[in-house]
């Protein structure tokens, strides 16, 4: 991939137009730029340290050289200065391809500037490149809301064990609107005759061509965390009653994890035996999801909190934010910023926060988070800031920082489940607190706490040296 991206980028002609004098690679030479930004990112994740390359190798000669070889930090260096000037260039338009719409192909320039300020610990440019995304994805004066879509409990009824509302907003197609949810996709083959065919649903789902055997279900630690939250229930004459625990089939607690996997005995004939039967609606299909919009939001506030402001991170998860959130519950706590603050404008005409009204009002298209799947945040007093009033100045801050951190992992796992994040979510947050054993433990800790030791010797690394995060180079 990368010496494909090099090849171009070499010889690709940015000067040359057509007789429209439209610029004829430009659009194309900053799609590869970004290809190839995002390949050497998820190769530093994978391996630590890998060769860099910025020139085609076009001989044995050529790929004989010692190259250089950088770390996360050095590529995030270089792409930005690499990539700086060609955020706003649009993207190619190759119209829909195998009921796929081109657009999805492509990275999206601030949000790989956002990832990699995320990295190099530069937050509030970070944050300012999250928001530049948002605020322009879909033009000017148009904003890119969270959406009202949630996996709930029905609002006119308690009965726990058959009024769930589902809405599968992980999986919602491929066709490209101001709402997807979708914003970019690896695709993949879809006709085994052709060659390359994508097994991705074939490790997540019960199919005959595995023989209805899965490879990848969720972890007892996933569960536990699931089971962990809080549902708070709004019903329709605005009352607030908390869901009760011991519910079947994952459904205590957040809905996401239901609404996504199931596991059912079937008997199966050709098999003479019965089996479990596993679905995985995340991947359904042949295509890797790589950025979606709630994994923006989820960055945004990842990189908000680490820039000193834990309230307004906290809003993303639990009210979800507007202008009118801003002005009230975010900048009244960090006045001698507000001028930095008024850069992030989701103007309440556009971002429109849920009134409570039943049934909800066609308007309203911004909720927090974390409800989700947990039903209604806002008046979940369970679900709320942390905080040490005890604590005065740059410890209270420190503590509202490290403690809102956690919240938002534990969001990431929660809404990011199957999607293959997790493990670098942790290593980010781990490398930034000096602490490996923040991913260590939870890693370990994935069967549950009675199996840690079990893991140990399953994984055969010891994980609190970072040296073994990474895969050898092959």
């Known amino acids: 991939v990368i010496n494909n991206c090099n090849y171009f980028i070499a010889h690709a002609d940015t000067a040359l137009k057509n007789n429209r004098n439209e610029y004829i690679f430009r659009k194309e030479y900053a799609a590869v730029k970004a290809f190839r930004a995002w390949t050497y990112m998820q190769m530093a994740q994978v391996y630590g340290q890998v060769p860099f390359v910025t020139d085609p190798i076009l001989s ?134 052709e060659g390359n065919y994508s097994q991705l649903r074939n490790l997540f789902n019960s199919r005959s061509e595995n023989e209805y055997k899965v490879s990848v279900v969720p972890s007892q630690s996933l569960i536990n965390l699931s089971e962990a939250q809080t549902y708070c229930h709004y019903t329709s004459t605005r009352n607030v009653i908390y869901a009760p625990t011991g519910l079947s089939n994952n459904q205590t607690g957040d809905l996401r994890l239901s609404s996504v996997y199931s596991s059912m005995k079937s008997d199966r004939i050709e098999q003479n035996k019965t089996i479990d039967v596993v679905s995985n609606s995340k991947h359904n299909d042949q ?118 951190e956690d919240l938002i992992m534990d969001e990431d796992a929660l809404e990011l489940a199957f999607e293959g994040q997790r493990f670098y979510d942790l290593m980010r947050v781990a490398l930034r607190r000096g602490d490996p054993a923040y991913l260590a433990d939870k890693v370990y800790g994935r069967r549950g706490a009675d199996k840690v030791g079990e893991m140990r010797g399953l994984i055969g690394k010891d994980l609190y040296q970072t040296a073994n995060w990474y895969l050898p180079l092959p």
Not at 323 to 350: L, R, T
Request: negative net charge.
């Open 287 to 404: 295509n890797v999801q790589v950025y979606r919009r709630s994994m923006v939001y989820l960055h945004l506030a990842e990189a908000l909190n680490r820039a000193g402001f834990p309230r307004f991170a906290f809003e993303i998860l639990k009210d979800g934010v507007n202008d009118e959130i801003i002005q009230e519950k975010v900048i009244p706590y960090y006045k001698a910023d507000s001028a930095w603050i008024a850069q992030f404008s989701f103007p309440s005409n556009m971002y429109v926060r849920r009134s409570g009204a039943y049934p909800e009002l066609a308007s309203e298209n911004t909720l927090g988070i974390h409800s989700r799947g947990c039903g209604w945040s806002e008046y979940n007093d369970y679900y709320v800031l942390p905080d040490d009033t005890t604590l005065t100045g740059d410890a209270r801050l420190q503590y509202q920082v490290e403690h809102v």
């Open 60 to 193: 044995k000669a050529d790929a004989d050289k010692d190259y250089p070889r950088y770390d996360m930090q050095q590529i995030c260096q270089y792409f930005l200065n690499d990539l700086k000037g060609l955020e706003t260039i649009e993207k190619p338009g190759y119209g829909v391809i195998r009921r796929v719409d081109s657009r999805f192909f492509y990275f999206p320039i601030y949000l790989l500037e956002g990832d990699m300020n995320l990295w190099l610990g530069n937050y509030r440019e970070a944050a300012l490149c999250y928001y530049r995304y948002l605020s322009t994805r879909n033009g000017e004066n148009v904003g890119y809301p969270i959406s009202n879509s949630t996996n709930c409990w029905s609002r006119n009824s308690t009965h726990w064990d058959m009024s769930l509302s589902q809405t599968s907003w992980f999986r919602e197609g491929n066709s490209y609107s101001q709402t997807s949810e979708l914003v970019t996709l690896i695709p993949g083959d879809s006709i085994p005759s």
